[in-house]
């Protein structure tokens, strides 16, 4: 199956999990065409100072590439800054949050 780049869901969600500003939601594929085994797995913009409010995962683990730019992240108490081709890992019962500091978008893929 192709799902060329014009059929796919944009969207714009605004303050997510209490974050900062607006992140672009682009949807690569939906939960429904993934068996629902997933409930997210998508490629997400962030522009300046834009970003995911810390939040808990319960039942479910969440994978982010990062694809684009700089994110600086919180995991639990730690915080660091992750680049092009760093993944970070949310488990099952552990937070995090993260956000673009810099001029230029952060891009990023989410698996969730």
């Known amino acids: 199956m192709l799902r060329k780049a014009s059929e796919r869901n944009l969207t714009t969600k605004d303050n997510v999990q209490k974050g900062n500003g607006s992140i672009i939601f682009n949807e690569i594929a939906s939960n429904t065409e993934l068996f629902d085994k997933t409930t997210m797995?998508?490629?997400?913009?962030?522009?300046?100072?834009?970003?995911?409010?810390?939040?808990?995962?319960?039942?479910?683990?969440?994978?982010?590439?990062?694809?684009?730019?700089?994110?600086?992240?919180?995991?639990?108490n730690e915080e660091y800054d992750a680049s092009v081709g760093d993944v970070v890992i949310c488990l099952d019962g552990h937070g995090h949050s993260i956000e673009n500091k810099e001029k230029e978008d952060l891009k990023i893929v989410a698996l969730k």
């Open 41 to 76: 797995y998508s490629v997400l913009t962030f522009k300046e100072n834009c970003g995911i409010g810390f939040h808990e995962h319960h039942d479910e683990e969440e994978v982010i590439l990062i694809i684009e730019g700089k994110a600086h992240c919180v995991d639990d």
